[in-house]
């Protein structure tokens, strides 16, 4: 059985094919360009494929009511031809075909926890630290949404002491997205984290903010595991420095062996990988089918 | 059909008696002693009550993972005799009825979400603001628990520019409780809450808190109806003082009607009133009915 997969991000679409065991079989990838030139290429790709469901992991913000004459639409991004664009129905119109709709973190999240650093876990919580903050949560054996889907990216942070940077972020200056995304180190520092030494002090800083955006989540939901993806974790020697912030901070009130003394294990990269999006697609096109919605 | 509630909190007990649609028919309280005392007042109660099932909804600790030996325990509170109690273990002894047992801030979530302000919704986070600061989160249909239930009385908040006030959290000093639970008021201003005049600078400093929390809440999860309880909230005019920040704090990210146009309607004190705790014991009960656990 194949299920076909759509990672759609702000910069590339990257469509594919994959099996139950959340292996890929083959993928393909373009530019996301105006949806009358990326939809087309989408199609095309699925046309000759023998696919019983098609997942979406999108970048948003994205309608995810059901009851909502908007459900299935990118709503407010300033990306050209895709502001109130309707992607779900637009696909469906060239696919009769079961579908699951979701964001490109929460697709992460479930993918992790079905075959990732989550797996036969009924919770997890993933963070993608890059060129933004996203965040996708799983709790209780769901993906979870409320009015609309999480946008945790953007939650306050307390300042470090010895942080002059205003912040990025055009909507709060200094929440966690404009103080610990790609270009808010790129900025303070003036120069690209990946050209950062790793001793840096610039990495202190950074653990800070993300430290601090972990404590309140395990205060508010306590997931059985929190992964960080994206570019910026890429920097390895962040996950320690994470650990410890989060250790500090609580001190000692979650008295659970998984903070307490497990906290390598249960703060930790992608088990997928590169392929946390694309298996989150292909995930969620495989609980469309189960569903048969 | 009768079902049992068990509301048990740090200072008193309440058990009560009522039906499928949230109606109370029967209640007594008594203060909560040593377990030696209190569980036989208790199996007194009950004991001649023709009941199906029993609701425990309680303050904390607890352990509610089912896998767990200490399943059904309180675990680490300071007071006398109930610190490691096998608290639903005990009761069960004296009970062969189905059980629901979950903290008094879940419980009261729930009975929101069943019977009060949260009627017909799917989501909804309740914060009770009194001696501490707890919250119960409902999401996807389904109260929330993860390595164990939320502690989001404890998330990190950034200080008001004009409070000098240490806090008084053991654990964290200036966390939302350290800063804005009722003796923190008490404490930095010399005088009990509920003795400040409606307009003193206090409300505003309370409402910073609050509203933080609940923008980080907001944005994490996105709930469809945010309940305040608890002593503090009795101060009304911390509602519209609260709903202010939390838009100020937005600013305009999350662009929907409950937020930008509904918010009065949104951030709400409890429908259930000042039995959302007892009401959500008996739906703690009538859900392990239904559940046969």
Redesign the interface.
Known sequence: MFIGAIEAGGTKIVCGIGKEDGQIVDRVSFPTENPDVTIPRIVEYFRDKSIEAIGVGTFGPINLDKNSPQYGFIT?TPKPGWSNFDFLGTLKTFFDLPFGWDTDVNAAALSEAVWGAAKNLD?CVYYTIGTGVG?G?Y??G??????????????????HPDDAFAGFCP??SDCLEGMAAGPAIEKRWGIKGSELPVDHPAWAMEAHYIG?AL???I??????KIILGGGVMHQEQLFPLIRSEVQK????????P??VSGIDSYIVPPGLGDNAGLCGALALGLAALKQGS
């Open positions: 407010t919770s965040v949560v709790a209780e769901r993906l979870v949404h409320g009015l609309m889907h999480p946008e945790g990216g953007h939650v306050p942070v307390k300042r909507y709060h601090q404590t309140s989540t205060l508010m939901l306590a997931p059985k901070n609580l001190n000692g009130y979650m008295n659970i998984e903070i």
